[in-house]
């Protein structure tokens, strides 16, 4: 019988915090599916994944970058992702379309912040994954105490299937517990030695034999059968068992080695095609077409169904990066855009080895391709067979937090510079751009300031523009701290034929997310409470979408509002003169109007910050965070050096990883992730 050649393919994601080795572990897995025939190493700005300029400088990723590579027999279509929580946007769109995952965790490091959000994210998309404990040749390496992070910070059950063999600088190899081998890497080779387990570690090796057999006998029905029978499990059951639990989520098998030494790729590649799934063994992609919920499955003879996830604007072209879910495409193709109904041609297809590409004359179901050609689709965009249209749901857009000013140095490059900021928020949705109508400045946003950096950055490199950029602002909110009761607004006006009449009573009150299981509405909540027909249906809608209009500019500086419920309780409406229109104003002016009447509350967004410095240091550490508002909720050793984590606002971090280089003589690190928003100690905050 034929094999279905989509269950050799794995669609993957490396899922780390920023440094924790994800793009070497890529690098190693080229070198060794002999896709490329040097190891390239990051801090000598050689590596394969990381080809921007700015990648290379500044020694971390920027951007997803898409590869493809063979491993026994399987095609292996790999996207190294950013660490950097200003680019978590590149990581969603990233796994949005992904099969599986490996997590790289630092085996002194353990849990970091970054790694927390990227597993999360890969949580809400039900992406299937395996961890790999990497740096296991670090001084203060343990693979039991990373393992515990893992269990205690992100609540999976973790399923450990080797035994490392050596400590720290004496990391030689690990024993493969599933199938009791030992496999050591001699200095300077790029291939295992197999062999059978060390004296000094095979008592040991019997003991955490011994529990992952019972782990996995107590969730997999299969081998908890065969375990009562023979009191063990075979290699092969194990194996089974150890690929349903990760595909169901129930179980995170965990490798570990030391990528930079070549050390345990070559059993993380084989366990990535052993337990990540295929395009067969997820379910099918669903959509809609007119309302209705359709499948499309993964079979090449099917209705195309294709979504775009990222776009990249090379001086060869524009390329768009696709996940094929149903179908074939192939060059010349026409698709169909199904969110703008618009048809585009296919020009060629390429097979993407991050900044190098091989041609295709078609991509079937399972394959992630770029292709050139298309001229208006974006990241989120959904392609499919013009016969047989389906919608499928995009990938999240985060809300940018930060903002900077930025003008063209030369009054006669103003439009260049919107050009070039255009195609970057084409490119990466997570950018805004926008004007501010009382400077009339060109306002850039993104997700932090590392994140305009970049941005900014590539307007100079790749456009040849001088650019003036502002001191960096952040996105404030307003809120209601005390709202009004029965506020009247009567909207009248008469100028001759039809006049315009709606009169409004509301209550505005706080309202906050969590407590009301009527709020799916992004922090605002309306509701009508008229009885009698005081004000038709109709009315009513228009009423609650001239509220939302309010909601864009508050009293306090014209932030967002956010945090409210409000309810019309009364109404009247006149025989001739109401209309949409009258009570959609009458909404708009008396939300406006109730808000200055209300005691409203600036708040700014905090984030959670993690900073790890030499024991030495710590205090002034804790006294400069102090002076930045910042509120210190924990401290840990790990490996000699303390980490520190605090909620700081995030108006106060401009400038802070100058200032902590300086107190720490250069040794002290942090990283920063948003949790949400506070209320700023005055309005005037906004000002600052």
């Not at 090796?205 to 908890?224: F, I, K, Q, S, T």
């Amino acid at each position: 019988m034929r094999t279905n050649p989509l269950t050799t393919v794995r669609n993957l994601g490396i899922l780390a915090h920023v440094d924790a080795g994800k793009t070497t572990v890529t690098e190693r897995i080229l070198y060794l599916t002999g896709t490329t025939h040097k190891r390239g190493e990051v801090h000598d700005g050689t590596t394969v994944t990381d080809f921007d300029p700015q990648e290379r400088d500044r020694g971390i990723t920027i951007f997803a970058a898409a590869v493809s590579c063979a491993w026994a027999g399987h095609r292996i279509n790999l996207i190294d992702t950013p660490g950097h929580v200003d680019f978590a946007d590149e990581v969603e769109r990233s796994l949005r379309v992904l099969d599986g995952a490996v997590a790289v965790f630092d085996a002194v490091a353990g849990v970091e912040p970054q790694s927390e959000s990227v597993w999360r994210q890969a949580d809400r998309h039900g992406v299937p994954r395996i961890a790999f404990v990497n740096k296991m040749d670090r001084a203060g390496a343990d693979l039991d105490s990373a393992v515990a992070s893992i269990r205690e910070r992100l609540h999976p059950v973790p399923l450990v299937v080797q035994l490392p063999i050596g400590t720290e600088d004496g990391f030689t190899g690990v024993v493969d517990l599933p199938r009791m081998r030992a496999l050591v890497w001699a200095d300077g080779a790029d291939t295992a030695e197999e062999g059978p387990v060390p004296e000094t570690l095979r008592e040991e090796a019997a003991r955490r034999r011994r529990l992952l057999e019972e782990a996995v006998a107590e969730r997999h029905p299969g081998a908890l059968e065969e375990f009562c029978d023979r009191e063990t499990l075979t290699a092969a059951t194990l194996t089974g068992a150890l690929r349903d639990l990760t595909r169901t989520g129930d179980g995170v098998v965990v490798l570990c080695g030391s990528a930079y030494r070549n050390r345990g790729v070559e059993p993380l590649l084989d366990a990535v095609v052993a337990y990540l799934p295929s395009p067969l063994d997820v379910p099918p992609v669903r959509g809609t077409h007119d309302g209705a919920e359709r499948e499309r499955p993964a079979d090449p003879a099917a209705p195309m169904a294709a979504l775009a996830f990222k776009v990249n604007a090379t001086p060869t072209g524009r390329l768009t990066y696709l996940r094929v879910y149903s179908g074939t495409i192939g060059k010349g193709d026409t698709v169909l855009d199904a969110g703008t109904r618009r048809t585009e041609r296919v020009g060629r297809i390429l097979r993407v080895r991050a900044d190098r590409h091989d041609p295709l004359e078609r991509a079937v179901a399972g394959d992630i391709v770029a292709v050139v050609g298309l001229k208006t689709a974006r990241a989120g965009s959904t392609l499919c067979a013009p016969g047989e249209p389906l919608l499928l749901e995009p990938p999240g857009v985060a809300e940018p937090v930060v903002h900077v000013a930025v003008e063209a140095r030369r009054a006669t490059e103003t439009d260049r510079l919107a050009a070039a900021l255009a195609r970057l928020t084409e490119e990466d949705p997570s950018l805004a751009v926008r004007t501010d109508p009382e400077t009339g400045q060109t306002v850039l946003s993104g997700m932090g300031e590392l994140h305009l950096e970049v941005a900014v950055e590539r307007v100079r490199r790749e456009h040849g523009l001088e650019v003036t950029v502002g001191r960096p602002g952040v996105a404030y909110r307003e809120t209601v701290g005390e709202g009004v009761t029965g506020f009247v607004h009567r909207h009248v006006k008469q100028d001759g034929g039809a006049g315009q009449f709606a009169h409004v009573v509301l209550d505005v009150e706080p309202w906050e997310e969590d407590a009301d299981e009527d709020g799916a509405g992004g922090g605002f909540v309306f509701r009508s409470t008229v009885v009698g027909g005081r004000v038709p249906q109709e009315y009513v809608r228009a009423v609650e979408a001239g509220c939302r209009d309010a909601l864009a500019e508050g009293p306090l500086g014209g932030h967002p509002v956010t945090g409210l419920r409000v309810t019309l309780t009364d109404g009247q409406t006149h025989v001739k003169d109401s209309s949409d229109t009258a009570f959609r104003t009458a909404g708009r002016f008396g939300l406006r109007d109730a808000l200055r009447a209300s005691a409203m509350i600036l708040l700014e967004p905090v984030v959670e910050v993690t900073v790890t410095v030499p024991e030495d240091g710590v205090g002034g550490v804790l006294g400069d965070l102090a002076a930045r508002r910042g509120r210190v909720t924990g401290s840990d050793t790990r490996g000699g050096a303390a980490v520190v984590t605090a909620t700081v606002p995030l108006a106060e971090l401009f400038g802070y990883a100058t200032r902590l280089r300086s107190r720490t003589q250069g040794r002290g690190t942090f990283t920063a992730r948003p949790t949400g928003y506070a209320p700023a100690p005055t309005p005037t905050a906004a000002a600052r």
